[in-house]
């Protein structure tokens, strides 16, 4: 995992390593603490930007976790962007109708 | 084989030398030593011999090197050609390391200097005829196992059941001959049976104890014997022979023998299959419309290793235009090698037997692999699906979920090496969520029941199903309607999974039962 904060534009990038399902321990422990950051005061950054140019599949888990940070991420006010690769990536994203929530780029 | 083993000197020499004085004086000593020794004096002469007689009725032929119209290394090239097991040994007062050189590598024996050293010749005499009977003896036995692997072939081959089931066998032996055997009986007019036997080993006392075992279960149940009690008298049988002392045993004191078994014994009347396993692998029930179930458990210790044997017998329904697919462990071996569920190698097997082609992976094999396919009740069901992948899940395994995609993923490759990634992708995520949901709601009240798993594919039009059954109450609270765009709020993302990425799905059993189709393209 890497993670960059932009503090000037109070962004904060979570760059995930491969799949966004739940065998992927280290991209739900990398989330759990960044949602834990947030709750936190003193946070610098509002928006935040999900890397998953390296994920082939988000599974329900996945899907779970990025849905947790969106909502934190207004709950502070900012924004949660997505970047993907994968055209099966965003296929899910408009089965489950998120595309509809979230902002996503695909890189 | 003329003559005894061991009694080198009855052997037949042929002497060819030149110079009569060296030649007489060659075959007198080797008359002494009780040879059959023939002599001539060029290469020509040699050459009529050889062909008149045989060359397999020699088993040395002594050559000078130089004589006047061809060379001894002419005579050994003939020889070479016609029989290379003839032992040649070479005479010559040159002395020259290049002659030497190419006598062996032309294929000689040996090599003597002239004058010849009584004691030397005797040597090379000996090991020379030592040689002939040692090369053939390996070519006789060669030939035999190659004959016993074609017998073991053409009788897997040759299997007119009746009218009432259609058998194909599909056998890959490790080496020529092996102890993979396969044998139906037809018991009654409605009564069938099916056997699959693999002994330990892949030389020729495993298929002689394998089909020894196939005729003692033919002749016990013809006489009504049940087969559950052919098996345990069996095991006794190996069990006894494993207690003797090693000077006693009769199938050699090193090589301790066990017999994994598969039987399925089908009543036509009563629509049952009983299936018997001993050490093997389950058989594999295949219903008219190609959902499959394993017919009892696999594995358990196979016959020959403990007193009381470990015999799994279950009896089930089946209907007409099902299937039985059953195979030894040489398949299960290599399935779990490449990481692919055997019913994938299975699959693989039979498209390759109908296409005509080989199928190279079997190759890899570390032992014998026989698979045999029987339809009930005549041919196959074109509208059948070909099962892929044929699993069972438990709820405390439910960690291992990426592992359990691998071998889905791998199999579906290797069975349709050109399955679009948008397909895979869509069959991998949807039967993730659903074995998962199976896992995590549908066991969770029962977790001794497992969920299974299975994907099959119909080439008819080129579709892949995937089954999920859990043994739970249901899920209908969650399958009814159509979630509002604020189900962003609810954990049902896997159920929208489940629904959307499939072409179509089926719920039954209050959702216990989800049937999920993809089209190939």
Redesign the interface.
Known sequence: MEQIVDAEKKVLTLRLRGDL???NTASAQAIAALLQAARDEGRPWRNVELDLREA??V??VG??MI?AVFKSTQRGGGRLRLNYSD??VH??FV????D??LDLVKV | MRGAENNLTSARLLVVEDDIVSREFLMNILKRWGFDAIGTDGVEQAVAILQTRDPATFECVLTDYRMPEQSGLDLLAWIREHDASLATVFLTGDGQASVIAESFRGGAADFLDKPVDPKRLRVAIDKAVARTRKERQVTRMTSAVEDLGRAQRWMLNSSPVGDKAVVDLYFHPKLEAGGDFFSHLQLTSARYFFLLTDVSGHDLQAAYISAYFQGIVRGMLERGAPIGKIFQFFNQFLVDEWKKEERFKLVGATKDVSLSASAVSVDFEERTATALTSGAPAPVYLMPGGFARRLGDSGGSPLGWFPEASISAMTYGIAEGGSILMWTDGLEDLAYERTVHPLTLAYCWQQSKANGTDFPLLDGADDDVLLARIDLLGQSDPAAFHPLVLEEYELDDI?K??EWMDLWRRSLRLALPDLP??VE??L??AS??AV?NALEHGCRDCPQYPASFQIGYRRRDNLLRAWVRDPGPGHQEYLNGEEP?E???R?H??L??IK??PKAVKFEQQGASVTMDFNVI
Request: proline residues 0%; aromatic residues 4%; neutral net charge.
């Open positions: 399902t739940s065998g082939r599949m599974d329900s899907l779970n849905v055209a099966n296929r899910t089965f489950t109708r998120l509809q929530h | 960690g979920i990426d990634a948008t992708h869509d991998m995520l993730r969520e998962l765009v189900a962003i709020a954990d993302f896997g929208q999974l959307r990425l």
